[in-house]
């Protein structure tokens, strides 16, 4: 398993932007598929993107489809999220998430149990 931590979670007006990180320790993450995820309160968690191991490939929700952008540099180990035009309803706890695999699908990469290292997570709340 990688070790994964999340940060540049905060607070921004409905039309800001954020950017949040997804850093790797104790192996390389170049092996490893990189999802997003995120859980708002008394919801259940729920897919937000995926990049490939290669970052030739991503996947992402309908809901987040056009604002939300995935990239990594695997020589940095790390994999960000840039999130523009957020709304309200993107308020949650947002965590990365490593999947040993080189698969290029979707359908594959939005099912969470294919991920076996987990981040603590970062807040994200967007005010109206």
């Known amino acids: 398993q990688v070790q994964l931590v999340e940060s540049g979670g905060g607070m921004v007006q409905a039309g800001g932007s954020l950017r949040l990180s997804c850093a790797a320790s104790?192996?390389?993450?170049?092996?490893?598929?990189v999802g997003w995820f995120r859980q708002a309160p008394g919801k259940e968690r729920e897919f937000v993107g995926a990049?490939?191991?290669?970052?030739?490939?991503?996947y992402y929700a309908d809901s987040v489809k056009g604002r939300f952008t995935i990239s990594r540099d695997n020589a940095k180990n790390i994999v960000s999220l840039q999130m523009n035009s957020l709304k309200p309803e993107d308020t949650a706890v947002y965590y990365c998430?490593?999947?040993?695999?080189?698969?290029?699908?979707?359908?594959?990469?939005?099912?969470?149990?294919?991920?076996?290292?987990w981040g603590q997570g970062t807040q994200v709340t967007v005010s109206s």
């Open positions: 104790g192996r390389t993450l170049r092996s490893y598929a």
């Open positions: 990049i490939s191991w290669s970052g030739g490939f991503t």
């Open positions: 998430a490593a999947n040993p695999t080189f698969s290029n699908s979707g359908s594959y990469l939005s099912q969470s149990p294919g991920y076996d290292s």
